[in-house]
DNA sequence: CGATTTTTTGAATCATATCAACGTACGTGG
DNA sequence: CCACGTACGTTGATATGATTCAAAAAATCG
C-alpha cells in the first residue's frame, strides 16, 4: 500500500521504526476512478496527492472552454495546487484522474507537523521541490526557445511514459499547442524519417 | 552589506545571533558591471546568487544566436543555474548583469553546512523554492494558455519593475516573443485604449 | 557629440489556429 | 457481448497571427 511511496522516501534519507510510524499515521489512502476529479478550480486544495498507481492531470480552462495541461503525475510523482494548498485560497487548476488511480494524500496539517517533528521529511520535501523546480524551469526554456516538432521530440525523450499513456490531444495541450497541430507535425516528422 | 539578505531571512525564520554569525562567515560579497558575466554556459556554477542591488538575466543561447530569458533578479531574489550548481555537471544557462549590481554568494558546500548546522536555515531555504516553484509553474500555465497580449499585461501587472527596469526586447525574449511583435503588439494595445 | 543599442515600421513569408467534416476506436449500458 | 454514443485523431480549406529581413528613427552610453 505504502511501499513505492516509503521507497521513494528512503531512496533519499534514513528513517527510524518511529518515524516511519508516525509518517504512516498522516497517510490516507485514496482510489479515484477514471474521470474523477481530485480537485476542482475553486475549492480549496485540502491534500497534497502522491500517485501510487495511475495517472493524473491539473489543467486549467479559459473563456473558450479550452484546457490547458500544466502538469501530468504518474506513478512515484506528486500533484496538488500547492499554492491553494499552502495559503487555504481556492485552487486555480481542477486536477482529475486519467486512469484509475491510487494516492496517497496528505493534509497540510500533517505535512507541517511532519517537517517540523521529523528533520530528515524537511530534507526530503526540500529536495523534492527542488527537483520539480529544476524540471520546471527546463520546461519554461523549451517553451520559450524551441519549435513545435523540437517541443514534441523533447517530450517524448525525457518522459517516454507519458506519450504513451496519454491521450495525443492532452499531449498538445501541455506543450501548448491545437491537437490539430501536433496531428500534423507528426505527420510531418514520419514523412522526414 | 548584508542587510537585506538578513532581512528577507528574519522576515521568515528567526535566529540567534551565533547563528547570524555563522550564516555571515560563508557569504562572499561581489560587486558585477553591466554586461559581467555571473555564468557562462559550459562552466560550472559555483555559487548561487542573492541580489542586493542591481539586475541579472539567465538565459540560453540557440543556433542561430537568438537568447531566450529564463529568468530575470532584481534586489532581493536570488539566482543561479541551480541544475549545474548541486550537480556539479555544466551550466546551460548563461547569467550576466544588466546593470552594476551587488551581490552575495554562496557556495554549495556552505549551503550545506548551513543547511545541516541551523535547521530554520533549511526551513528558509524550503520556503524559498517553494515560492519559486509556484512562480514557475504561473509561468508555465500563461505560457501555453494566453495570447500575447494577454501575456505582456499579466508581465506588467505582476513585475511592474522588471518591465520598467529591463530592456522591451528582453521582455519579449522572456515571453519566448521577437522584439518585433512585442514592439506591435503594445502599438495595437495602446490604440484600443 | 559620436557610436551603439534599442525600438519602430514595412512587406513578404511562414506557422499555427480555426472551423468543419470524416473515419475510427473505445467504453458503457442494455 | 453487442450496439450505440462519445471521444479521439486526421485531414482540408481558410483566416489569423507571428516571424523574418531590411531599414530608419529614437534613445542611451561613454
Redesign the interface.
Known amino acids: 500500500m505504502f511501499d513505492l511511496f516509503f521507497k521513494k522516501l528512503e531512496d533519499r534519507i534514513s528513517l527510524t521504526d518511529a518515524e516511519k510510524e508516525l509518517i504512516k499515521s498522516h497517510l490516507i489512502p485514496k482510489k479515484l476512478r477514471r474521470r474523477q476529479y481530485l480537485l476542482q478550480e475553486g475549492e480549496v486544495c485540502k491534500y497534497a496527492a502522491f500517485v501510487t498507481k495511475g495517472a493524473l492531470r491539473a489543467y486549467?480552462v479559459?473563456e473558450k472552454d479550452?484546457e490547458?495541461?500544466?502538469?501530468f503525475a504518474l506513478e512515484g510523482w506528486m500533484i496538488s495546487d500547492?499554492?491553494s494548498f499552502?495559503t487555504g485560497e481556492p485552487a486555480?487548476y481542477t486536477i482529475d484522474a486519467l486512469e484509475d488511480s491510487e494516492l496517497i494524500l496528505m493534509s497540510q496539517a500533517s505535512r507541517q507537523e511532519l517537517?517540523q517533528q521529523i528533520?530528515s521529511f524537511?530534507?526530503f520535501?526540500?529536495f523534492q521541490?527542488?527537483n520539480?523546480?529544476?524540471a520546471?524551469?527546463r520546461?519554461?526554456?523549451d517553451?520559450?526557445?524551441l519549435s513545435t516538432e523540437e517541443k514534441y521530440t523533447k517530450l517524448i525523450k525525457t518522459y517516454p511514459h507519458i506519450v504513451e499513456r496519454v491521450p495525443q490531444h492532452m499531449i498538445a495541450?501541455?506543450?501548448?499547442l491545437t491537437p490539430e497541430t501536433l496531428s500534423r507535425t507528426r505527420k510531418q516528422m514520419a514523412k522526414n524519417k
Do not use: C, E, F, K
Open positions: 486549467t479559459d479550452n490547458h495541461i500544466v502538469q500547492l499554492y499552502i486555480t517537517m528533520p524537511l530534507q520535501s526540500y521541490i527542488q520539480a523546480y529544476i520546471l524551469q520546461r519554461i526554456t517553451l520559450i526557445s495541450s501541455y506543450l501548448g
